[in-house]
């Protein structure tokens, strides 16, 4: 394997586990470009780093999407779906999910069979294409909401997405 593809998986594994992690504070200039700083609860300005950057550069572009397929396997907090064509899609997943008056853990979620391998599920998700130089692509895919044929599960996430 090339070097730079090695980069390129290592920077998207760093992702996949800061999405979840999500708690922090997003902005945006009224322009558009991203912003260093933003301000908290307190009326404080802050300066964005690190897996704050992270966050604004993956909402920047991002795109709502609907994947229906069958959940092939997990690994901690990625699906792995195999959609309608066949092909795998690893799919980052909130590790904290909500349905009715019930929140549960990702691993309670499929331990107390509101969702399980094997079954067709149709996923509500964010998705963010990129393209090194190299002519190399990725796609980090969110998944957000959740339908199977009995349970709608919704991720719990310090935002709400429209």
Known sequence: MKKESKILIGFIAVLLIALPLMGSVIAVDV???????????LGERVELKGRNQRIVWFFKDAEKDII???ITARDRNILIVT?????????????????GQDVVSLNQMF????????????LDVLKRTFKNG????????FCYEISTGS????????FNIN
């Open 31 to 41: 322009d558009g470009q991203e912003s260093n700083e933003t301000y908290n609860l």
């Open 68 to 70: 229906a397929g069958t």
């Open 83 to 99: 959609d309608g064509d066949g092909e795998r899609l690893n799919i980052v997943m909130s590790r904290r999910w909500n349905m």
């Open 111 to 122: 331990e107390d069979g509101y969702v399980s391998i094997g079954e067709t599920v149709s």
């Open 134 to 141: 190299n002519d190399v692509t990725a796609t980090i895919i």
């Open 151 to 158: 349970n709608n599960l919704y991720a719990v996430l310090p």
